[in-house]
């Protein structure tokens, strides 16, 4: 894969000023060049994704270009995907996985469920940890 040009000006800033993986991920969510990439294929974002992390980042950009993939590919929705990128990591990204679950969980479905012989309604809802009841009140 060729590596493009992205205008990566934007993601800078938000990443250079970030206290924090959610600050920086719903500032993503609006970048322009993040809601670009996020038109394009789950598989070819989470090639990038992989190649983003091989890399060691020695600038501003590489350090923010994992980041924006990321966040593109969560904009897509496609859970499956966002499961398979939640599981890699690497020690150079340091909210990469922070960031990845953040996604999932809110790209994870939630249902309610009635189950048999309970009065209240209970919630099912899956995260990157797994699901997890709780009834309503």
Do not use: C
Not at 13 to 35: R, W
Not at 48 to 70: A, G, W
Not at 73 to 94: C, F, H, P, W
Request: charged share 25%; hydrophobic share 35%; aromatic share 4%.
């Amino acid at each position: 894969m060729t590596s493009e040009k992205l205008d990566l000006t934007e993601a800078r800033i938000h990443y250079a000023v970030a206290n924090g993986p959610i600050f920086l991920m719903e500032k993503l969510k609006t970048d322009p060049t993040t809601v670009g990439l996020s038109k394009r294929t789950s598989r070819e974002l989470i090639k990038r994704i992989q190649n983003d992390l091989t890399v060691k980042p020695r600038s501003l950009n590489q350090l923010t270009r994992p980041y924006v993939h990321l966040v593109a590919l969560g904009l897509t929705r496609d859970i499956q995907s966002m499961r398979k990128v939640a599981k890699l990591g690497s020690e150079n990204y340091k909210w990469f996985s922070t960031i990845a679950n953040m996604l999932l969980d809110e790209t994870s479905p939630a249902t309610i469920v009635k189950l048999a012989n309970v009065k209240q309604p209970t919630v099912r809802i899956e995260t990157s940890a797994g699901p997890t009841s709780a009834k309503l009140p």
